[in-house]
């Protein structure tokens, strides 16, 4: 099928089909992502107790090695790791 105007009106998020702004773009950089980590691994470092409510542990649970992958692989592991280490300290306590 040639590609016409009418099925290039069609590509893109579902804003643009009523008439809205595309999607911006992400503003996330490895460097950012990389920085929110070590914040959340700084945070639980000096911790005596767990500083977040369960619903908030649950989410940073998952969120934290999904936005490790921003990193190379060896990084990535390690900080993983390291928050669990501290994760681990923390509810044993």
Known sequence: MADT??????RGSQLELF???PAPESAATPEKMRAYLH???AEV???DT???PQ????LYRLLFPQLS???PEEESA???FEFEAELARLQAA
């Not at 105007?5 to 069609?10: E, G, L, T, W, Y």
């Open 50 to 52: 767990l500083p977040w």
């Open 5 to 10: 105007d009418s099925s290039k009106a069609h």
């Open 45 to 47: 470092r000096n911790a």
């Open 19 to 21: 008439g809205g702004e």
């Open 39 to 41: 914040e959340l691994l």
């Open 78 to 80: 390690q900080l993983r």
């Open 55 to 58: 619903d908030r542990l649950r």
């Open 69 to 71: 992958y921003w990193l």
